[in-house]
């Protein structure tokens, strides 16, 4: 197998599973790696529907050389295979989710995802965009990954150390899901566009013990979150 844990540019530390009964959500595969914690559960869907393959990124290169050795174990009557994911092909899974708007419980441990909550049909209006093409042309950005207890406080911390605070209580927007609970999301306003230049830079650190993901936004988008 060649390719060491280094945590090069290029590695994710995230495994692909394939074979999935078309019902799991993120707690039945948050169950099957118990122990390894995972930080983030992508199940992917095509036109609202899952395909029975998902993306989990792990804690580190390590926790990928565990959880590779689950594969062709069971989750209910199916076998799942696991095998190294692509950072390429995680980010296009991303982005193709953002396209489907249906981003409303992808992420976290799940600590309390329904069932697979229904596919979210599709919110009209063009998808914004792939992620990661850092067109900044607003002062929002969008968090995605938190952990649930996340406050508005841990938030102004997270983006403290890189000499930018965003605008307080009032520029800060914690996204809920339809239970009323936080969804792992939230948009973040700053003074200025090079204010969000800079908080981008801060994409993929960590907010306690999850990889927090930045992506630049817009007033628009985050107002379309709180309506839900």
């Known amino acids: 197998g060649g390719g060491g844990g280094m945590h090069a540019g290029r590695t994710l530390p995230a495994v692909r599973l394939r074979g999935l009964p078309f019902n799991a959500n993120e707690n039945d595969i948050c169950a099957f790696f118990q122990g390894l914690e995972p930080v983030d559960v992508l199940i992917e869907k095509s036109g609202g529907r899952p395909t029975g393959s998902s993306f989990v990124v792990l804690a580190s290169m390590m926790h990928v050389e565990y959880a590779l050795q689950r594969s062709r174990q069971m989750m209910g009557r199916r076998y799942i295979e696991v095998f190294r994911a692509k950072k390429s092909d995680y980010y296009n899974a991303v982005a193709a989710t953002v396209a489907e708007g249906s981003l409303g419980h992808v992420n976290e441990a799940g600590e309390y995802e329904g069932g697979g909550g229904g596919g979210g049909g599709g919110?009209?209006?063009?998808?914004?965009?792939?992620?990661?093409?850092?067109?900044?042309?607003?002062?929002v950005v969008k968090m995605r990954g938190l952990p649930f207890s996340a406050t508005k406080e841990d938030i102004v911390a997270f983006f403290n150390d890189s000499?930018?605070?965003?605008?307080?209580?009032?520029?800060?927007?914690?996204?809920c899901n339809p239970e009323g609970r936080p969804s792992g999301m939230a948009f973040v306003e700053f003074v200025s566009e090079d204010e969000a230049r800079?908080?981008?830079?801060?994409?993929?650190?960590?907010?306690?013990?999850?990889?927090i993901e930045l992506f630049p936004s817009s007033r628009e988008e985050a107002m379309k979150s709180s309506v839900r």
Do not use: C, M
């Open 123 to 139: 919110g009209g209006g063009p998808p914004p965009g792939p992620p990661r093409q850092l067109e900044v042309t607003t002062p």
């Open 163 to 175: 000499a930018i605070t965003p605008l307080l209580n009032d520029g800060i927007h914690i996204v």
């Open 198 to 211: 800079t908080a981008l830079s801060k994409d993929r650190q960590t907010l306690g013990s999850r990889y």
